[in-house]
Nanobody, 126 residues
Framework: QVQLVESGGGLVQAGGSLRLSCAAS????????MGWFRQAPGKERECVAA????????YYADSVKGRITISRDNAKNTVYLQMNSLKPEDTAVYYC???????????????????WGQGTQVTVSS
């Protein structure tokens, strides 16, 4: 069982930066692929970024490439999402998720993830 707790969300002006953190419980964190998803009102949940167990493979949605970086620290059981040059369209609830399957390539499909955090609100004002 893995419990995930996100932090770091908030209100920021367009062009600003935020770093989201997701702290995981459990002894198997280093074996899980991790993903960051977001959901804006009236829209479907989308994968923003994902990272495999070692950090050696990552995925980014086209809408955030060059602006967002996912990373992980297995010693701290934490995954991060550094977001720069934020835009109003980045406004959403951001969720951290863990895939219990050991994959070399992280999946971007929400239904493949077994554990979810409670979400943290990111609001970007124009």
């Amino acid at each position: 069982q893995v419990q995930l707790v996100e932090s770091g969300g908030g209100l920021v002006q367009a062009g600003g930066s935020l770093r989201l953190s997701c702290a995981a419980s459990g002894r198997t964190f280093s074996r899980h692929s991790m993903g960051w998803f977001r959901q804006a009102p009236g829209k479907e949940r989308e994968c923003v970024a994902a990272i495999n167990w070692s950090g050696g493979r990552t995925y980014y949605a086209d809408s955030v490439k060059g602006r967002i970086t996912i990373s992980r620290d297995n010693a701290k059981n934490t995954v991060y999402l550094q977001m720069n040059s934020l835009k109003p369209e980045d406004t959403a609830v951001y969720y951290c998720a863990a895939d219990s399957k050991f994959n070399l390539v992280p999946t971007t499909e929400a239904h493949e993830y077994d554990y979810w955090g409670q979400g943290t609100q990111v609001t970007v004002s124009s």
